[in-house]
């Protein structure tokens, strides 16, 4: 029987509220933007955990900075908080420079995507495919459209981000994400 309580989930607008949301504004700098979410079971519970990083224009490119926060919400409550953390004073990304861009928006593989238009059609169908995984997780259906969702993952996901992304949850971005090279 389906869980007909996530039938219309929404992972962007989860999102959207979170943003918007109090912890947001007095937890998370500013400065920072969300990136590619990931899904995980804590338990039993399925909870949806959000990237933050900072990026900076330079020239015609944003620069992209390492992933400094994450925040993790059961995404049948997103307003209860069930992980932050700070990536900086964790003892094991005390190796990573936030000084030093890991890489640039727009990267080589979107080199087809001419418009902000296209780009944030790839992305709408991005967050289609993640909630209909997180449908298909609820309700302990193979998610049939895997394939497709990781080709479309892989091309959106920022190479010099991606070994950042690895660290808060592999097994999640290696599976939906072909393995990407540094730039």
Avoid at 67 to 88: A, F, R
Avoid at 115 to 130: M, N, V
Avoid at 135 to 164: D, T
Wanted: include cysteine; charged fraction near 30%.
């Amino acid at each position: 029987m389906e869980n007909k309580a996530f039938e219309n989930i929404s992972i962007k607008k989860i999102i959207k509220e979170f943003n918007s949301g109090e912890f947001r504004r007095s937890s998370i700098p500013l400065e920072v933007v969300s990136g590619w979410p990931c899904l995980s079971r804590l338990g039993k519970t399925l909870c949806l955990t959000i990237p933050y990083f900072s990026r900076k224009a330079v020239d015609k490119k944003a620069a992209l900075y390492p992933i400094y926060c994450s925040v993790t919400i059961p995404l049948g409550n997103p307003e209860k908080i069930v992980d932050y953390t700070l990536y900086p004073i964790q003892k094991e990304w005390k190796d990573v420079d936030y000084k030093k861009p890991v890489g640039y928006f727009k990267h080589e593989a979107l080199n087809d995507v001419a418009t902000k238009g296209e780009y944030t059609a790839l992305r709408d169908e991005l967050y289609g495919y993640i909630d209909e995984m997180a449908k298909s997780i609820i309700n302990g259906k193979p998610f049939e459209q895997a394939e497709a969702a990781s080709k479309l993952f892989s091309k959106l996901m920022e190479p010099g981000l991606y070994p950042y992304y690895l660290r808060i949850n592999k097994k999640f971005y290696s599976f939906f994400c072909e393995n990407k090279e540094e730039q």
